[in-house]
């Protein structure tokens, strides 16, 4: 297979990671006549401004928030609402925190609490993220409407970007990655502070501002949906908030206990285990590709002893380039990829091609992907996060010296967090959530970053609580087989525990690729 067609089959599989739900459950409802819809639209250019809908004592009008894969958009109300920066300093300098509302059904049995769903990262933004989980929420909407705040830090909510770290993570060799990270990390603290008091970019300070959301709207409770970092967001304000807390969906779970950046190495070889296992169980994937995790193995050596000059091609300019193929490129790329067992169906294939010597698709992928992160994570709200609540508690596990990660990560970020100003952490911060609010917690069986060890975890002091684990998934799985209708059934009842759930039975798994024209049968 050419390479042209070998990248238009990943950039499909990649569509499956960042909006594939979207776009299958929302093509057949696309405008038949586009030239009638533009028409349309081009009427209107000259009408006055639209008359602001009023949520509360916030004002919204019509947007349009655009999805990150091409898929189609969602229609939005937009709004935003002016908080202190430093909560001590009222007078001092404000955020606009940037917010979209999805009205529910007009149709529908209305509800006063919305849902609001909060994003991962930390650093991505709840606008940015929310179109590509849209389906998820269509029958949720039936009664309640969504509320998506972008994290201060985040979206355009003074987002904190520093896309100079996602290339710094690809520099050359451990020891001049960290010092080029290391002055990245400088760079990018010195240029933010002029516009930024980073100590106020935390979970805490997005919690307070969380509140200040729901009382200007005039909502008395409120639905929490947390994917991934979001889980820690949601249960920090259960525990700040109680009384305004309905109910809790935390997907794919962070606990509250955890250290983030500690169990990142161990969580990926566990899944990657039981992701490479898939290949073993089945005779066409194993007799062309042999054993991906030994193979893996292998090329990570290989590429530590010698790393090779690859020609390839840059996937957004089309242009011919070359560059040395680091383990830190392989290592990012499973990461990544093993979010999604739809997109980490391709790695065993990619692997193997490594370990035949043609490695001009795992570097352009993985230039690709560091790309697509640069441009999607806030990477200085991240620090401030990490650095502020994380990293007097990260540590090497000595296990971990020899696995894909190893602890160059954790390195990492202790020597970020010297150089980043930090906030201050509740007490309480890392203590389990013990609460009485009904919760539903969703776990993927084959998530690398959240295990569903975690969910059990956190299940434990929630009374109210459930945990489901989805077969054959992988990390965030609110959109997974018939998720959304548990979900919004959730919403309604505020009782996980009488959810009738056989039907998520019929979940499978995604088989391996064995060639490059696609899954087999």
């Known amino acids: 297979m050419s390479r042209k067609a070998r990248f238009i089959l990943v950039a499909i599989v990649l569509l499956a990671l960042f909006g594939y739900r979207q776009y299958r459950d929302r093509a057949g409802d696309a405008p038949a006549?586009?030239?009638?819809?533009?028409?349309?639209?081009?009427?209107?250019?000259?009408?006055?401004?639209?008359?602001?809908?009023?949520?509360?004592?916030?004002?919204?009008?019509?947007?349009?928030?655009?999805?990150?894969?091409g898929a189609p958009g969602v229609e939005a109300q937009c709004g935003s609402l002016s908080v202190a920066e430093n909560p001590a300093l009222p007078q001092g300098r404000r955020i606009e925190l940037n917010i979209a509302w999805i009205p529910a059904d007009e149709d529908g049995d209305l509800q006063p609490d919305p849902v609001f769903m909060l994003a991962g990262g930390?650093?991505?933004?709840?606008?940015?993220?929310?179109?590509?989980?849209?389906?998820?929420?269509?029958?949720?909407?039936?009664?309640?409407?969504?509320v998506l705040v972008d994290q201060r830090g985040t979206g355009k909510s003074n987002p904190l970007q520093c896309k100079e770290l996602a290339e710094a993570e690809m520099s050359g060799d451990e020891a001049q990655m960290q010092q080029v990270m290391l002055a990245a990390?400088?760079?990018?603290?010195?240029?933010?502070?002029?516009?930024?008091?980073?100590?106020?970019?935390t979970t805490t300070d997005a919690v307070r501002d969380l509140d200040a959301v729901r009382d200007a709207i005039g909502a008395d409770t409120i639905n929490l949906l947390g994917i991934s970092y979001?889980?820690?967001?949601?249960?920090?304000?259960?525990?700040?908030?109680?009384?305004?807390t309905r109910t809790l969906v935390l997907d794919s779970v962070a606990p509250n206990d955890i250290y983030l950046g500690n169990d990142f190495a161990r969580n990926l070889e566990s899944a990657l285990d039981l992701q490479f296992a898939r290949c073993g169980k089945i005779p066409a994937c194993a007799n062309a590709l042999g054993d991906p995790g030994a193979q893996l193995d292998a090329l990570m050596a290989r590429l530590e002893a010698d790393p090779p000059l690859v020609t390839y091609r840059d996937a957004s300019t089309g242009q011919s380039k070359q560059e040395r193929l680091l383990p830190a490129h392989i290592a990012g790329l499973a990461r990544m990829y093993a979010y999604s067992p739809m997109v980490s169906s391709i790695l065993p294939l990619l692997i193997h091609e490594g370990a035949q010597g043609r490695f001009d698709g795992l570097m352009a992928l993985s230039k690709m992907l560091g790309s697509q992160l640069s441009d999607q994570m806030a990477y200085g709200m991240q620090l401030s996060v990490i650095c502020s609540e994380d990293a007097d508690g990260l540590e090497d596990d000595p296990g971990m010296d020899d696995s894909l990660l190893g602890n160059s990560l954790v390195a990492g970020l202790v020597a970020q967090c010297d150089a980043w100003p930090k906030g201050k952490r509740p007490d309480d911060f890392h203590k389990p959530l013990a609460s009485d609010v009904p919760a539903l917690?969703?776990?993927?069986?084959?998530?690398?970053?959240?295990?569903?060890?975690?969910?059990?975890?956190?299940v434990k002091t929630l009374p109210n609580g459930r945990s489901?684990?989805?077969?054959?998934?992988?990390?965030?799985?609110i959109g997974a087989g018939c998720m959304p209708k548990l979900f919004a059934q959730f919403l309604e009842t505020a009782d996980a525990k009488g959810l009738d759930v056989a039907c998520l039975d019929k979940l499978a798994y995604t088989p391996p690729f064995t060639t490059f024209n696609g899954w087999g049968p």
């Open 185 to 201: 990390v400088e760079r990018c603290r010195d240029e933010l502070s002029q516009r930024a008091d980073l100590r106020f970019y």
């Open 441 to 458: 917690l969703l776990s993927g069986e084959l998530d690398p970053v959240t295990p569903p060890a975690y969910a059990e975890r956190v």
């Open 33 to 69: 006549d586009n030239k009638a819809v533009a028409s349309a639209k081009a009427g209107r250019a000259d009408a006055p401004p639209a008359k602001p809908r009023m949520l509360g004592d916030i004002a919204f009008r019509p947007c349009t928030l655009p999805s990150q894969m």
């Open 230 to 244: 979001g889980t820690r967001v949601a249960q920090q304000y259960a525990r700040a908030y109680p009384q305004h």
């Open 122 to 146: 930390p650093g991505q933004s709840a606008t940015a993220s929310y179109p590509a989980v849209a389906p998820a929420f269509k029958d949720a909407l039936k009664q309640r409407g969504v």
């Open 468 to 477: 489901l684990v989805l077969r054959g998934q992988g990390h965030n799985v």
